[in-house]
């Protein structure tokens, strides 16, 4: 009895305590904290682009294997891969021995056609005025302008047979019919080569066809002449740009989609045929609501704003962001033409906040 009469005495004071325990002081409300001291900015209509954004890849503007055009064996091949060359530029050389000494024969064929031709017309003017005064037979006379008919064709078939050998020797020099890059020499010193035989592939480079590829449901929304900006994982820091030349005529039936194509100023050779390409097709400009971009404080991953209510009160609003441009920011849902946002909020910045304008 002594032990539960102490432990009463004991407990007695903890108990009043606990029953007399000051509260803590409640939070101070948002508007009752010192006001924030800023500016305002409104929200306003500015003109934004609108883009398609498709896919695509780029091509070379000539891309073709240069063949032979002659019989021979290669005596030379000066070009490798990543050789520039110009239009006419040597790819190749044949052996050229045959096709001169055909050249030669033929232009003696040629000349002595020539020659019998001159001895033909000699003749028939010669006998010319005899036959305008009956001194000769007609029939004599007939026979001159025939032979010299004769001779004009021997002297046609032998410039021809002229001019087949020298387009002959002319082919045992293979040569670059556009500018461009060498991307693989198919031949070497040695090699027998026959009519169509594959020399060297030749791509053009200096500009590149960009090929994309554009959905059904957004085919109507193209015009040739429309602005491209595109990306290539090669430079992903830089945008080029290119203009929307041809569109093809008809979808392809597998994948529902038409081909388009721009042409691509590649003067410096950065861009290579065959990157890949993430294209922004503009197709128009039109206005939108836009706030300064440094209006818009995100947290985490969620954009917000602080609107500034009638009653100077921050009216805390998560937003949904569209394209930015020129330093302002499309305002896609969240505010309405005409509202009024803090510029610059700072983690100070709070819904229920009073604010104060800057003097």
């Keep these: 009895m ?6 009463a005495l004991l407990l007695t004071p903890l108990a009043w305590v606990a029953c007399h325990k000051v509260p803590p002081p409640s939070p101070q409300a948002p508007s ?46 000066p070009v490798e891969r990543g050789t520039l060359v110009a239009v006419g530029d040597v790819l190749a050389r044949l052996d050229d021995r045959h096709a001169k000494l055909a050249l030669a024969e033929a232009e003696a064929s040629r000349q002595l056609a020539q020659a019998r031709l001159a001895l033909a017309k000699n003749e028939q003017e010669r006998n010319q005025p005899l036959a305008e005064k009956k001194a000769v037979a007609a029939a004599d006379y007939q026979k001159f302008l025939t032979e010299v ?17 020298q387009q002959t020797l002319d082919d045992s020099v293979i040569r670059a019919v556009f500018a461009g890059v060498v991307a693989e020499r198919l031949v070497a010193p040695g090699q027998y080569l026959t009519a169509e035989s594959p020399v060297a592939r030749v791509v053009e480079t200096a500009t590149l066809r960009l090929l ?8 109507a929304a193209l ?6 900006a595109f990306t290539t994982a090669a430079f992903p820091r830089q945008t080029f740009a290119a203009n929307l030349a041809h569109l093809g005529p008809a979808l392809r039936e597998a994948s529902r989609d038409l081909i388009v194509e721009a042409a691509v100023d590649n003067a410096d050779g950065r861009l290579r045929p065959g990157f890949f390409c993430n294209a922004d097709i503009l197709l128009r400009t039109e206005p939108a609501p836009a706030i300064p971009t440094d209006a818009i404080r995100t947290d985490g991953s969620l954009p917000r704003v602080f609107a500034i ?42 819904d229920g906040r009073r604010f104060q304008a800057a003097p």
């Design 212 to 219: 994309l590829n554009v959905a059904e449901t957004d085919v």
């Design 2 to 7: 002594k032990t539960i009469a102490l432990l």
């Design 32 to 77: 009752d904290r010192p006001p924030i001291t800023g500016s305002r900015v409104p929200v306003a209509n500015h003109p934004f682009p609108r883009f398609l954004r498709v896919t695509g890849q780029l091509n070379a503007k000539n891309d073709a294997i240069v063949a032979a055009n002659a019989l021979g064996l290669v005596v030379a091949a």
């Design 309 to 350: 209510t009638s009653d100077l009160l921050l009216s805390e609003r998560l937003v949904d962001l569209g394209a930015s441009r020129d330093g302002f920011t499309e305002i896609r849902a969240g505010l309405a033409p005409g509202d009024a946002v803090l510029a610059h909020p700072g983690p100070e910045a709070a």
């Design 149 to 165: 008919a004769a001779r004009l064709a021997d002297l046609a078939a032998a410039q021809a047979r002229r001019d087949l050998a």
């Design 223 to 228: 015009e040739v002449g429309q602005t491209i």
